[in-house]
């Protein structure tokens, strides 16, 4: 099992910035990749982001040159630096970690809230 916990959502006016963080713990030796996912109300799930251990990361367009995924694989936590926050951001952010064998693992979710 992995456990994963959030941290940093809020609210902030759009062109503001947030960071959220994710601390894994439990069996991470097989993760591959993590990531960040978000739902906004009536909506589907979507992946943001998404870094490799290889450190190859992958971005949905929309979030291209404003957000940034990092990860500290000596600490086991990813981030996302999500800058020029739009009100369209406004969504549950949940971080996410995948492993080949088990699947995939999810934290609480965190609610990002960005005024107009």
């Known amino acids: 099992q992995v456990q994963l916990v959030e941290s940093g959502g809020g609210l902030v006016q759009a062109g503001g910035s947030l960071r959220l963080s994710c601390a894994a713990s439990?069996?991470?030796?097989?993760?591959?990749?993590m990531g960040w996912y978000r739902q906004a109300p009536g909506k589907q799930r979507e992946l943001v982001a998404r870094?490799?251990?290889?450190?190859?990361?992958h971005y949905v367009d929309s979030v291209k040159g404003r957000f940034a995924i990092s990860r500290d694989n000596t600490k086991n936590t990813v981030s996302l630096q999500m800058n020029s926050l739009k009100p369209e951001d406004t969504a549950v952010y949940y971080c996410n970690a995948y492993n080949p064998t088990f699947g995939a693992y999810w934290g609480q979710g965190t609610q990002v809230t960005v005024s107009s």
């Open positions: 870094i490799f251990t290889d450190g190859i990361t």
């Open positions: 439990g069996s991470i030796f097989r993760i591959n990749s």
